[in-house]
């Protein structure tokens, strides 16, 4: 399932040494936006699960009925040093599709896994950054009945903005190009974040998360796609809501573990599922 289930899109760190290098007055995992990189042994871990649920589709589709899945996936994000991250994604996915004849087909499996590299190259005025990601398919098959992805490699490029606001939180912008492989379209990816603490242990952030098709797809009938998640060529934009608490004291030097909530909703697409869903998510920062 491509995007709906797996809401964590470049995630989010800590803490007192990289913040104040950084000029961010806040604690916490919202203290790490997408543009910031962890210093060098610092990182974050998220372990998470996310049900999704659709019952319409975003285009000429009169033989959709549903689309269920649940997602498991582990994010991991580590600091090199010389404010560069590697960061990676791995999902396993349990999905069902039914048309309105009450046909069922089932996938379940590992995803795609994603594999990144991340570049912080300005902090001041704002923080900029630059990250590389390959998207792999090696762990599924693309002919299953419902295939758990388009199966072909991707390459995309980004840039990432955060800014500090201080004790009013932090803002984020992302940008960027994927080049895929093979008969889908290559996508414009884009992202507006907003995140702050409440309290030294409560946080709060909300995404719209965004895909924009180039257009440039061999020719399709997206009615007949064998998983509607994960169509060739697609528009979709999607809202997050999350809340988090962290546990402990946050200058504190040992793993600091963490609980999350988030709820997203597809808002508008095109060739796509119209659904909305949920994740619950135990984090780590050290």
Known sequence: MVDHCNTDTFFRHRLLKSITTAGLLMAGPTAWAGAWVPAEGDGYNKFAVAPYNAKDFFGDNPDFKEFTGINYSVYAEHGLGNNVALYGTLLYQDLKQTTQENVTTRGS?????????????????????????????????????????NGQVDYESRLLLGKSLNQFGYIGVEVGYRYRTGDPSDEIRYLFEYGFNATDNLYFRTKLDGTKSVGNSQPFDSAASPNLSATPEFDLGKLEVTGGWSFGKPDSNQSRWGLEMTWNKDLYGRNTLDGMGFQIGLTRVY
């Open 109 to 149: 499996g590992f995803g795609d896994v994603e594999l990144g590299v991340r570049y912080q190259f300005l902090t001041d005025p704002v923080v900029l950054s630059t990250a590389f990601l390959v998207k792999l398919p090696w762990l599924y098959d693309r002919d299953a009945e419902l295939p758990l992805g």
